[in-house]
C-alpha cells in the first residue's frame, strides 16, 4: 500500500546554536518571524507563517543534549516536512510499504497568548537519518493548528504566501525519486529538465543534478562538494514582486522578470527565490 501524496506542512532550516543571528537575518528579509519556542524534545525555534505551511529557523538550545543532530547537520536547509492527520496510518502504512521508517513521536512547546499559555502539540514520523544526507524527511501531525496558524504571523513585509518548491541537489536524482514513488506511488512522480519532481498539492518538490541547479540560480548557490545529496533552494510565492523587492534589494538579491533570487549567502545558506 502507498500514500496518498500529501500536502506539504513546513520547510525547517538548520541554524546550529546562531539563532539570533539567523532571526535578524530572516526579519531583515522581511518576514513576520514567531517568538521563540521551546520544543519537549530540547531545540529552539521560530516560523514565519503562510497559508498553508510555513518555515522554520531551527536551533539548539544551549547546554542542552536532546537534539544532537542539530549541531551535527550543516546550516542551511535540511528539512522537508509532508503534511499528516493520521501519524498512526503513515506509519503503518510505510511499514506495509517496506520504506524505512521511525516509529511516532510526539512533543510539544508551549505558545504564549494573550488569554494564557497552552502548549502546541505534534506528533512526527520520520525517516531515519541514513535515508538520505540530503536533510531530515518526515510527516508531522499537528493537533493543535490553531496555536501555529495565527493570522497574526501570516502578514510578511515582503508578501510571502506560500511555498512553492523546495529544491534538493542529487548526483542520481532517480534515487530519491524512487524513494517518493515507493512512498506515493510512481504517478507522483514526473520527469523534468535536470532531474525528477514530486507534486504536493499546489507545492513541489524538484531533485536536481548540481549542474541545473547551477543553471537555474548561478552564483547564487552553494554547491556541496561532499554529499551526493542536500536541500538547496525555496521558492516562495509573494502577493508582488514589487513589495519583495523594496525589502530584498538590501539582502544582494538579483532582480529578474518575472522572480527575484536571493543567494545562499545571504539566507542563512538556503536559496530563496520569490515568485508572484
Known amino acids: ?33 514567531t517568538p521563540r519556542g521551546y520544543h519537549t524534545l530540547g531545540s529552539m525555534n521560530h516560523l514565519a507563517i503562510f ?14 543534549t536532546g537534539r544532537p543532530e542539530i549541531m551535527a547537520s550543516p546550516i542551511g536547509l535540511n528539512g522537508l516536512v509532508f503534511a499528516t492527520d493520521d501519524s498512526a496510518a503513515v506509519f503503518s502504512a510505510l511499514q506495509d510499504a ?14 504564549a ?18 535515508t538520505t544526507e540530503a536533510g531530515r524527511l518526515y510527516f508531522c501531525h499537528h493537533f493543535t493548528r490553531d496555536l501555529v496558524w495565527r493570522d497574526e504571523w501570516r502578514h510578511h513585509a515582503n508578501g510571502a504566501i506560500g511555498v512553492i518548491r523546495a529544491v534538493i541537489v542529487a548526483r542520481d536524482p532517480s534515487r530519491l525519486g524512487g524513494l517518493f514513488a515507493g512512498m506515493f506511488g510512481s504517478d507522483a512522480i514526473r520527469q523534468i529538465d535536470g532531474g525528477q519532481s ?29 554529499r551526493n545529496e542536500y536541500m538547496a533552494a525555496l521558492t516562495i510565492r509573494t502577493r508582488s514582486l514589487e513589495q519583495a523587492y523594496t ?30
Open 247 to 276: 525589502v530584498l534589494g538590501a539582502a544582494q538579491a538579483v532582480r529578474q522578470t518575472d522572480h527575484i533570487v536571493v543567494p545562499a549567502s545571504s539566507a542563512f545558506g538556503a536559496i530563496l527565490e520569490f515568485r508572484e
Open 198 to 226: 514530486l507534486a504536493l498539492g499546489l507545492s513541489h518538490f524538484d531533485i536536481l543534478t548540481p549542474e541545473a541547479l547551477h543553471r537555474q540560480f548561478g552564483t547564487a548557490a552553494v554547491v556541496d562538494e561532499i
Open 113 to 130: 497568548l494573550s488569554t494564557g499559555s497552552r502548549d502546541a502539540t505534534f506528533r512526527t514520523v520520520r525517516l531515519p537519518p541514513e
Open 98 to 111: 517496506s520504506v524505512p521508517i521511525l516509529p511516532p513521536l510526539q512533543f510539544s512547546r508551549p505558545v
Open 51 to 64: 497559508g498553508t505551511e510555513y518555515l522554520e529557523l531551527i536551533a539548539a538550545r544551549p547546554g542542552d
Open 1 to 33: 500500500m502507498v500514500l496518498p501524496v500529501p500536502t506539504l506542512d513546513h520547510v525547517v532550516i538548520n541554524v546550529r546554536d546562531q539563532l539570533d543571528a539567523a532571526l535578524a537575518i530572516y526579519r531583515r528579509l522581511g518576514f513576520t518571524m
